[in-house]
């Protein structure tokens, strides 16, 4: 069961990554329906399907029957619906969308007795309550604490940087400690750390603000604390239910 739905989705990566110019792409979103590479990237998954299902069409024609259309059809309604400021949201929809055709086909081909309260297991349930703990409630905590700091200082110098930029590296530094205190690498700790470090130390060089340089500090180490904390309570908790 698994392995076929990785066949799926193998030939899912091909036509929709490997094989998709950009040039296709621009075509696509300024002609829709009307783009011929619309109907070239539909039939670079037929292809893709044909080969990894090595063209047994007799066995797996449900298969071309319900990924080929669904694909053209979730593609033209993402087409359609697409401007500059949903097309993140539109290509994650698209692509989850995609999956769960792959995995209805996969279900048909493989039945089995899997239901939802099968899946929601104590394990999954600690799992949850702390990779939200790593990522929204220490951001929000982190905001609060670190908020009581104003750095006037620093007013006057180039502190631009991109939208949500320190929060979204904040998010990816607790997740990545919490992974590897949760699977026993806490060399990946020290690694992480010190290269958040190198990057950091020329911003701050630069800056020559010992305000600045104590906000930093205080944010890393606090992240950095928080993921560890929530990766230890995660390993206590799994290990006694």
């Given at each position: 069961m698994v392995f076929f739905f990785i066949k799926l989705l193998l030939a899912h990566c091909i036509g929709?990554?490997?094989?998709?110019?950009?040039?296709w792409v621009k075509h696509k979103l300024k002609k829709k329906y009307k783009s011929k590479y619309l109907y070239y990237h539909i039939g670079v998954h037929f292809l893709a399907l044909t080969v990894v299902l090595q063209a047994d069409f007799k066995t797996y024609w449900l298969t071309f029957l319900l990924v080929i259309p669904t694909h053209y059809v979730?593609?033209?309604?993402?087409l359609h619906f697409n401007t500059k400021r949903n097309t993140r949201v539109l290509f994650v929809v698209d692509q989850i969308a995609h999956l769960l055709v792959l995995g209805v086909v996969t279900a048909i081909y493989y039945r089995?007795?899997?239901?939802?309260?099968?899946?929601?297991?104590?394990?999954?349930i600690?799992?949850?309550t702390f990779?939200?703990?790593?990522?929204v409630v220490a951001s929000v905590c982190m905001k609060v604490v670190i908020s009581k700091w104003d750095l006037e200082s620093t007013e006057g110098q180039n502190t631009e940087s991109l939208e949500q930029a320190g929060v979204y590296i904040g998010v990816l530094e607790r997740l990545f400690v919490f992974v590897f205190i949760i699977t026993g690498h806490w060399e990946g700790v020290g690694f992480l750390m010190a290269a958040k470090s190198?990057?950091?130390?020329?911003?701050?060089?630069k800056a020559k603000d010992r305000k600045l340089t104590e906000y930093v500090l205080i944010g890393t180490l606090m992240s950095f604390g928080f993921?560890?904390?929530?990766?230890?309570?995660?390993?206590?908790?799994?290990?006694v239910i």
């Open positions: 929709d990554f490997v094989f998709q110019p950009t040039k979730i593609d033209l309604i993402k089995s007795d899997f239901s939802i309260e099968a899946l929601i297991t104590p394990y999954l600690v799992f949850i990779l939200l703990i790593t990522t190198i990057f950091r130390f020329g911003d701050l060089s993921a560890i904390l929530a990766g230890l309570g995660f390993v206590f908790v799994s290990n």
